[in-house]
Structure formats: structure tokens, C-alpha cells
């Protein structure tokens, strides 16, 4: 078997990811039509349901993160491709309320903490020295396309063949990954001292911790922006009574696809201008359209969708530049545990988001009222901002 190298890595990869993704958003995908109602689910409930995925993640991610500094990657990888497709699957074969299914999703993240950053630190490891800004951009930019299938393709599937088939087939998508796991060199890590999770060398990197704590940032406005998607765009459609030119299936899957080349044109932009200037930029222009679009909640479906679609640019365009920016600035013995914490902070601030995001609906009123839609675009709005302060943080004495 010929080990994969350069582009055949980078492309593998990617491929592998998008599998590995299937499952993602498979929860916040249907279960405005299917698991609340079903379940007598409130906003606030729904959203906690949603966002275990992400505190499952928070949880186990910086042992396994960091426990790529002392084992090959592939490992990790592996394993915790093969947790995430199981769990899926168990969703759909055992959740039946809000606990269990709250349990269940809660181990498909454990189950993605071992698949999303032990399969960048697998890559990185992999790569010929040099600038890898770019294939670490393509790698996360395809999140897009995992997430954009996730939502397709649980929806159609549940609408078809009933909910619990949604997630028996999301669940089958990280075999792909797993197939990939065996091409892929052997790669031993350098040798390094201290206890498992020990973050001080990490702590002390202030340039790094500048981009762990913008990336938190944006996870809690992605995240609460593409858990409530689907259910903001079905109330969109019966405001309108039903004379939309795009139904929710379609909207969720463009407004997600849009983050790749977002993703890549953003980075692009942060090679160029500097990546604090440019994540600057592109956050402070995320809030004003999150604005927008809360103000134009009850408003034409004709004009929330130009809106909707430049957020689905806006809410990823910092995505590649904030992780690329934490790789570089990261001490190459301590990548892993650089990565654990980057990814500790954003899943855990995007379960944060999801949830939150559910808490302030239900407070303003409900999915049903304009007025909550635009107490949720705030709450993101407002979290997106704090990113630019913490970027000026992390230069300050320099």
C-alpha cells in the first residue's frame, strides 16, 4: 500500500472530513420538523438537545487533541471516526426524549473530538515544511461541504423514510475517513516532556491564544446561526404563506456551502492584508448583517434571502485565517495541545451559541415571533463582536 503524499494527502483528507461530517448537523437539520413536535420539545430544550454535540466535543478534546503530541494522529483519528458514525447510528436505533437523545448526541462529539483536530494535527504532520496555510484552509474549508451534505441529506432522508433513517445514513459517512486512516504514513511526534494536559506552554503563546479566543468567537455565532437555520427559514416561509422561492432544505444547504469558498477567499485576504486586519473586517461585517437580519425578521422573503446568503459568507469568511493563524503561531511540540485548547474553546462556545440562541428565543417569545428572531441575531451579533477585542489583546506589548 503507497502511503498518500502531497495533494492525494490533502484531497484524501478533505474527502475523508466531508465523511466524517455526514452526521454534524443531522440534529438541528430536523428537528424543527420532526423532534420538537414529536417530542413536545420547547426553543430552549431543542437548542440544549442540539448543542450536546458540542459539549461532548468540549469534554474530550484536550485529552485526545493533545494526546496527538505523543502518538501518531491516525490513531485518534481512526478511533474516534468510528465512535462518531456508531453514535449517529444509535441515535436513530435508541433516542426517543429529550434525555436520551441529549446522551446519545453528546457521544457523537466525543466521538468527532477525536476526528476533527487529531485529523488537522494527521495532516499537518504530514506536510512538507513550509507555509501550510493553504492546505490547512482547504481542509477546514471542507467542513462546509460535510456540514451543507449533513443538512441535505438528513432532511430529505427524514422527510422520505421518517426521522431515524436520517441518522442511519449520516451515520455510515465516516467509513469514508476510516478507509483514508489506512492509506495514510506512519508519523511518530517528537518527544515531549510533562503531564498530558499540560496547556502552560500554550498559555504563555499570547499570539496564539489571540486566535483560540477569536475562534470561540466565531463558533458561537456559526453555531447558533446554523443550529437555528433551518427553523428560522420555516418561519420565514409561513409568514410568507408558503410563497418563497427557496424552501428550508434548500436555503440551509446554500447558506452552508457558502462557507468554503468564503473560507478560502478569507484566508486569501488575511495572506494579503494581515490576518488580524482581515478577521477584523470580516467579524465586524458578520454582526451588521446578523443585524440586519434580525431587524427584517417579519419582513419579504425576497429580501431576507440576498441577507441570509451574504451571512452564510460573512459568519465563515474568518474560519481558515483564525485556524491557520493558530497552527503557525503554535510551538511545534506543543501543536497538539495548541489545537486541543483552540478547539476546547470554539466547540465548547458554539454548543454555547446553539443553546443560547434557543435560550433567547424562548425568552423573546418563541420561534413564532419576529421579535425573537431578532433577540437571537443580536445575542450572535454581539458574541461575534468580542473577537476583535481579543485579537487587539493578543498584539498588545508587542
Partial sequence: MIPLTGRTLVAAMCLGQVGNLLPHVAVPAIMAQHLMP?????????????????????????????????????????????????????????????????????????????AYMPGLKALADRLPPGDSSRSITLYTSSFS????????????????????????????????????????????????????????????????????????A???????????????????????????????????????LLSLPASVLGNEAALRYGRRRAISVVMIASAVVALAIGASAGGAPLLLLPLLLLYGLTVTADSGALTSGTTASADASYRGATLALHSTVGFGLAALGGWGAGVALEAAGGPGEASAWLAMFALLAAGVLVGPTLLWWSQRGK
Fill in 38 to 114: 414529536l417530542w413536545g420539545l420547547s426553543a430552549a430544550q431543542a437548542g440544549l438537545m442540539a448543542s450536546a454535540y458540542g459539549f461532548g466535543y468540549m469534554v474530550a478534546v484536550p485529552v485526545l487533541t493533545t494526546l496527538a503530541d505523543r502518538i501518531d494522529a491516525r490513531y485518534i483519528l481512526l478511533a474516534g471516526s468510528a465512535v462518531s458514525g456508531l453514535a449517529s447510528m444509535m441515535f436513530g436505533l435508541l433516542a426517543h426524549d429529550l434525555l436520551s437523545a441529549t446522551l446519545i448526541w453528546g457521544i457523537a462529539g466525543i466521538g468527532f473530538a477525536g
Fill in 218 to 256: 466565531h463558533s458561537f455565532e456559526l453555531y447558533g446561526a446554523r443550529t437555528w437555520i433551518v427553523a428560522f427559514w420555516a418561519f420565514v416561509v409561513a409568514q410568507s404563506g408558503n410563497s418563497t422561492p427557496l424552501g428550508p432544505v434548500s436555503v440551509s444547504v446554500i447558506f452552508t
Fill in 145 to 216: 461541504v460535510g456540514v451543507g451534505l449533513s443538512f441535505l441529506v438528513a432532511q430529505l432522508v427524514a422527510d422520505r423514510h421518517g426521522w431515524p433513517a436520517a441518522f442511519y445514513v449520516t451515520g455510515a459517512g465516516p467509513l469514508v475517513m476510516i478507509a483514508v486512516c489506512f492509506w495514510l504514513a506512519p508519523c511518530t511526534p517528537p518527544a515531549v516532556r510533562g503531564p498530558l494536559l499540560d496547556f502552560r506552554p500554550v498559555l504563555r503563546n499570547r499570539a496564539a491564544l489571540g486566535y483560540i479566543a477569536g475562534y470561540g
